[in-house]
């Protein structure tokens, strides 16, 4: 179960991979980095969100 998930701006380069792979749970700020969406449901999403962290290229998504 996804209880809560991060995203590290710092190390985010903003490719865009996670609101691909999850757009549900995930989208662009408006400094173009990574964010969740404000009423995400993270346990629906849990598979999706777990693809997002994976494919991450920076590894800027932790849960």
Known sequence: ???????????????????SVCPEVFELDKDGKSKLKEKAD???????????IDQ?????ISK
């Not at 996804?2 to 991979?17: E, P, Q, R």
């Open 56 to 60: 991450c290229p920076v590894d800027a």
């Open 1 to 19: 179960m996804v209880n809560m998930v991060k995203v590290d701006k710092n190390l985010c380069i903003g490719c865009g991979t996670c609101v």
């Open 42 to 52: 993270l346990q629906k999403n849990e598979a999706c969100i777990k693809d997002s």
